[in-house]
């Protein structure tokens, strides 16, 4: 899964693809490069960001997600917003990234349900705003099984498709070193439920604090090495920036296997 931020403020690549041009050109490359599915946002998660309206998140992405499927590109929107799902999802998407796990708006579980499209549930604690403060983790692979094993049982509940449910502990947000290690050695421990597992450690600020690298831009071959560590514990799908160095690497591993 390939990222591809329309937004001016994203921790690794913000800016670089608001004009919405640049977008599909750049989601087009990573197709052509080997990605699987292009995930586009249009509204920043990093910590301490703000909100974009509706109708913002809309305009930003809408043109891009369009293209890409006309182009035939299997199209995730990352949006916690149903209105923006709803337009996203006409325009072609087939999958719906949500990083809160559908509990940001009431109306997104039943658009789900209705529109029969896939859908990434992520396990976050707290919001942006609050930097994605909490309280300690327990155990938090167990911690974080539990609320997705739920949020899933509840999505199924409500008439969503199981097999178009995938499931991401959402390593950042809020996370300690520690704990995002963990996660990835423990995606095995939740893709054991059976549902397929999203691993998205690219560039996250957890690789800046073990290499000392800074610039994000900079932590691919860590990123690349992740992804390769995501798959051979469990993970079905990585989410990265730097597609042909994941691929490399992926495509190495499974020589190896």
Same mark, same amino acid.
């Given at each position: ?21 640049r ?24 910590? &301490? ?8 998140e ?32 006409a325009?072609g998407?087939?999958?719906? #990234?949500?990083?809160s ?6 109306a ?30 327990? #155990?938090?692979?167990?911690?974080v099984r ?5 949020r ?6 409500? &008439? ?6 995938a ?15 963990a ?10 439920a ?5 691993i ?6 957890f690789i &800046? ?14 990123s ?17 920036h ?9 495509a ?6």
């Open positions: 899964m390939a990222i591809v931020n329309v937004t001016p403020d994203s921790f690794s690549d913000g800016g670089e693809r608001f004009d919405p041009a977008a599909i050109d750049d989601g087009l490359r990573f197709v052509a490069e080997g990605a699987d599915i292009l995930d586009v946002g249009g509204e920043s998660t990093r910590p &301490g960001s703000v909100a974009v309206s509706p109708d913002e809309r305009r930003r992405v809408l043109p891009v997600v369009d293209a890409l499927a006309r182009q035939g590109a299997i199209v995730s929107l990352d949006t916690r917003r149903a209105s923006v799902a709803e337009a996203g999802l325009a998407a087939r999958i719906v #990234n949500d990083v796990a559908l509990r940001d708006d009431a997104m579980l039943p658009l789900i349900a209705r529109a029969g499209a896939a859908v990434v549930l992520m396990h976050r604690r707290g919001r942006p705003e609050d930097r994605y403060a909490g309280s300690p983790y327990e #155990n938090v692979v167990e911690d539990r609320f997705l094993l739920d899933a049982a509840t999505c199924v509940g409500a &008439g969503v498709d199981r097999r178009s449910i499931l991401d502990p959402g390593l950042g947000f809020g996370k300690k070193v520690d704990e995002e290690l996660l990835i050695k423990g995606a095995g421990r939740l893709a054991d059976g549902y397929p597992v999203l998205g450690s690219s560039r996250k600020s &800046g604090r073990l290499t000392g690298v800074e610039a994000a831009a900079d932590r691919d071959p860590a690349a090495f992740l992804a390769v560590e995501a798959v051979r514990h469990g993970a079905s799908i990585v989410r990265v730097n597609v042909p160095a994941t691929r490399q690497a992926l190495v591993f499974e020589a190896m296997r």
